[in-house]
């Protein structure tokens, strides 16, 4: 094994614990059928939650998943050309 092997481990194994983390502070989707249901789906609140920090947990949680896929790729590379 390589030295980069290793630090790509590494930083793929901190990645993979960022998006769990994220995934669990998320809020879950069966929350908002409440609101569906009683009404409350179009409340001033619920046209700024672009600015919630559910929307900030969503987008940041799509760019680490996106980050992990490239950084699997980057192994799967590194790994087949190092044979």
Do not use: P
Request: without cysteine; positive net charge.
């Amino acid at each position: 094994m390589s030295v980069w092997e290793v630090l790509l481990g590494i930083v793929i194994l901190i990645v993979s614990v960022l998006i769990i983390g994220f995934v669990l502070l998320q809020e879950g989707r069966r929350a908002g059928i409440n609101g569906a249901i009683s009404g409350g789906a179009d409340t001033f609140l619920s046209k700024n939650k672009a600015r919630t920090l559910d929307a900030f947990l969503s987008r940041f949680t799509k760019y680490i998943a996106i980050l992990f896929f490239i950084l699997a790729i980057v192994a799967n590379y590194i790994s087949i050309s190092g044979k």
